[in-house]
């Protein structure tokens, strides 16, 4: 994929403007045009309505597509894959298709731009570099597919020291120039309704270690994708592993899992390459570790019903975040509740990692009901993607989970509690997004909770998380 067109917020006065997509990043999008005294066109693939700022909003398919090719520059939203003929066309054409993150990074200094990337665990780790810089006394954004976009007028301070933007694939297709240090958590099949096939996929995440202005990739040498991958991970990499001398700052950070622990040192070793000195400083950075909060729907303890507690793990959309996830109750019986939308991922090593996980014992530890012989683990699949969970776990390697079809997040966490009685987990670990049947995972995980309620409506005490 040719790399994208190098052009700033700053050249597009002058210019016939075209905004495509209208979700979060395309409304921060007509908030920095509208502030550069720019009228766009607007098109959206599925409006939600004729008029968005006083401005009509064409459909792509019905008359949008046309209005976009008389534009000079079109400003596209990450969701609006480079794959696509549409966008492809637009391109031969002459139109330089950019998106807003890649505009802004042409004229932000990006000494104090840190880019984090991977399949999971860049959400965490994005946070825990924010707020280890504010610990130590800098303004900084946490900013990107995170939620904020850091060249927003909506911002009530566009002024900052540092800039922690998490990357998502999408987003790294956009980037014409990288900032000198790049991290990457992780690597594993996603995504692949959107780049194609799965070399793709990895050789388009991980184009931000290689674009103009990278220096160092600071990668989780534990991860073995990532290392079969080293020749895409440009020319200076920092292997960081779980094992490596954390001393114990992280313990301030209270968050759960092995992988964790692995976030936060690729956090810590990111701002040693971007030069912050108190990066080095061990106490400095146990005080500045104080206080930190994890991200809502990631490992987040729900709460406890008759003695079964309820883990919200919205956030994780692919196999290895929810592999992840179950590894963090080694000792535990798990109820797993996965599915949701179907973007054709292979399935096949979840159901060797829950394979491998009935194997050892996992689940039958001292304290746990199921030394009594109970199972150690189920499987409750969503409609969507767990159909195909269902089919790899039944065509894999034995021995395998049961598995229960169920039609919606209230059933599978009714049914999670019946059989976690009493002393297991509920873990909503989905493996898959929640579009669809959900706007977003926030309402999948206030789904999740609510029905978790309606167990403790039963004469089941609830203990708040």
Known sequence: MPTPPKISWSDLPGQAVGLWGLGVEGRANLRRVRALGITPVLVDDHPTGDLVDDLVVLPTSDGGLEALQRCDVVVKTPGVSRHRRDVETLTRQGVKVVG??????????????LCIT????????????????????????????????????????????????????????????????????????????????????????????????????????????LRAHRHLLGHEVRWVSADGDAGSWTDALALRGRHNRTNALIARTCLREMGVTEASDDDCVTRAAAGFRGLASRLSEVGTVGGVEFVDDSLSTNVLATLAALATYPRRRVALIVGGHDRGIDYGPLAEGLANRMASGAGSGAGSSAASGAEPLIVLTLPGAGRRVRAAIEAGPGPAPRVIDVADVPEATAKAFEWARPDGVVLLSPAAPSFGEFRDYQER?????SAMRACGDVGQPISPA
């Not at 807003?100 to 731009?113: A, F, I, N, P, Y």
């Not at 060249?151 to 990357?167: F, G, I, N, R």
């Open 100 to 113: 807003g993150l890649g505009l802004w990074m042409e004229e932000v200094d990006r000494s104090r731009v």
């Open 445 to 449: 995980a206030a789904a999740f909770a």
């Open 118 to 225: 991977g399949t999971k665990g860049k959400s965490t780790t994005a946070a825990i570099a924010g707020h280890l810089l504010e610990g130590m006394g800098y303004r900084c954004l946490v900013a990107g597919n995170i939620g904020l976009l850091p060249y927003d007028p909506a911002l009530s301070d566009l002024s900052y020291d540092y800039w922690v933007v998490e990357t998502s694939s999408f987003q790294v297709t956009d980037l014409a120039a990288s900032p000198p240090v790049v991290a990457v958590t992780s690597l594993h099949p996603d995504h692949l309704d959107w780049h194609g096939d799965v070399e793709t996929y990895y050789r388009e995440k991980l184009a931000l270690c290689s674009r103009p202005g990278a220096l160092v990739t600071v990668a989780a040498g534990d991860d073995p994708v």
